[in-house]
């Protein structure tokens, strides 16, 4: 079982390690184009216009600015540190066997491209629906060269990414993605909304009891089976996992 999950905005603001090694990350294939962001980033740090080109927030743009220009020096962390936000708080990596989790998740990056776990990078940040200038939308940059870096060994997708990152390489099948829906009884009809929130920490916390339970299921069926047993409402709708959270 592959778990593919995006990236989160909020980071570990330090590393603790030696300096980025392009070399040593995972999927090596995509070492040209890290290449390629990497030096056109660095370049688009430097311009006046960088925050709205980054769409950086007002407050946090200086900050993050600096650490941009500085990924080739900045000490680094492994991937599963680095990343802190909701998903990943509801992940709870602390919680769950290393190994199994390095060997079952992949995280999609707008400017790595795709890590493991154990990938040694410096805090960063660039989103995936970024355009750089010269290079253009980073999503188009990576599409082409995911095709042949990211080659799984056989086994059920369960796909966790957001839009912009689904969008730069599509799993192979079996592929399944997940979904989450709150849903309200109003007027005495059932009536469903999608919840950006809530959708981060449900997925997390089915990655987490997933690779907690050690189940490894193999196709879509089964992965229904495996989640709902997990206690989650679950609904296979065609290639969607659909999560209903009742309120």
């Given at each position: 079982m ?51 080109l980054?769409?950086?927030p007002?407050?946090q ?11 080739h020096?900045?000490?680094?962390l ?46 960063y ?22 095709r ?11 796909d ?27 007027a ?19 990655a ?7 189940a490894e ?31």
């Open positions: 592959h778990i593919l999950l995006p990236p989160s905005e909020k980071k570990a603001a330090t590393g603790d390690g030696p300096p980025l090694d392009l070399a040593s990350l995972s999927f090596p294939g995509l070492t040209p184009v890290r290449k390629r962001v990497l030096a056109a980033l660095r370049k688009v740090c430097r311009r006046t216009d960088a925050p709205e980054l769409g950086l007002a407050g743009a200086d900050e993050t600015l600096a650490r941009n220009r500085a990924l020096e900045a000490p680094t492994p991937a599963a540190r680095l990343y802190t936000g909701v998903l990943y708080d509801n992940l709870d990596l602390p919680d769950l066997d290393a190994r199994a989790a390095a060997e079952q998740i992949i995280v999609f990056s707008g400017l790595w491209g795709a890590l493991r776990l154990t990938d040694r990078i410096p805090p940040r660039l989103a995936m629906a970024v355009s750089l200038p010269r290079q253009g939308r980073l999503g188009a940059l990576w599409r082409p060269v995911m042949d870096a990211l080659r799984l060994d056989g086994g059920l997708v369960v966790m990414r957001s839009g912009p990152y689904a969008s730069v390489w599509k799993a192979p099948e079996p592929a399944v993605a997940v979904r989450v829906f709150r849903e309200q009884i109003v005495g009809v059932a009536k469903r909304t999608v919840v950006s929130h809530m959708a981060k920490a449900t997925r997390g916390r089915i987490h009891d997933l690779i907690k339970s050690g299921p193999r196709t879509p069926d089964e992965l229904l089976k495996t989640v709902a047993g997990l206690g989650h409402t679950v609904e296979l709708n065609g290639t969607n996992l659909d999560v209903v959270l009742h309120t």
